[in-house]
């Protein structure tokens, strides 16, 4: 079967570094999303990546390696606004997009 | 604000009641889809929808009805459903259904069947 990990929760401090991990187990694969969702509002799309190593958008990062089947969301400088829950998803060999359970990420003063 | 709406933004309905729920993007996409998305669960793609045509019914129940009169527009309609058909509905457009489109998601319709 297809699957998506990611951790239920995270709890960072304001101004600090978090680090949201995503394992994956997919037939083939054409890239990986990462989406935000703040409570109650409509995921918004952060990144992709389909190429092995690191983008970088700001204060957010992506991170990718294929051969482990691994991502990571890197956010830097951390706001209160951060506080949301972030969503992996994987496009696999029949472009459809497999999704994780989101990662609740709450941010603390 | 997506460009993606969707109409209501809270139902409550019974197990007898027929509604729908409505999308619309103004971003002239050509792909929709319906999503359900339960607390704590990866959100479940229902129906995908590309240039009108439906591609994909995700064994869904027949007590979830979609249609898709223009590529601006996707309704879901509900009858006869039960208390575990509770949850956030999300309707998504993609430029394309294919390969690497991001998706722009509406805000969803909070369902509650009582």
């Known amino acids: 079967g297809q699957n998506i990990d990611q951790p239920t929760e995270m709890t960072a401090t304001e101004g600090a570094i978090v680090q949201i991990n995503c394992t994956y187990q997919t037939s083939g694969f054409n890239g990986l999303f990462w989406y935000q969702q703040h409570a109650g509002e409509a995921p918004t799309f952060l990144s992709y990546?389909?190429l092995d190593g690191l983008e970088e958008k700001g204060r957010f990062s992506s991170f990718l390696s294929r051969s482990k089947g691994y991502s990571y969301l890197l956010l830097k400088e951390l706001q209160m606004k951060d506080s949301a829950s972030y969503l992996c998803a994987v496009l696999d060999s029949n472009y459809q997009l497999i999704w994780g359970a989101g990662t609740k990420l709450i941010i603390k003063p | 604000e997506t460009g993606v709406t969707q109409t209501p933004r809270h139902l409550v309905m019974g197990m007898t009641n027929k509604k729908s729920l409505k999308c619309e993007q103004h971003l002239g996409h050509n792909a929709m889809y319906w999503y359900k998305q339960s607390a704590k669960k990866p959100l479940e793609l229902m129906f995908v929808?590309?240039?009108?045509?439906?591609?994909e019914n995700n064994s869904v129940p027949s007590r979830f009805s979609p249609e898709c009169p223009n590529s601006s527009h996707l309704f879901l309609h509900l009858h006869t459903l039960q208390p575990e058909d509770s949850a956030l509905y999300l309707c998504?457009?993609?430029?394309?259904?294919?390969?690497?489109?991001?998706?722009?998601f509406g805000p969803g319709t909070r369902l509650t069947v009582t």
């Open positions: 990546n389909v």
């Open positions: 929808y590309n240039f009108k045509e439906q591609t």
């Open positions: 998504a457009s993609s430029q394309g259904l294919a390969e690497t489109y991001e998706q722009y």
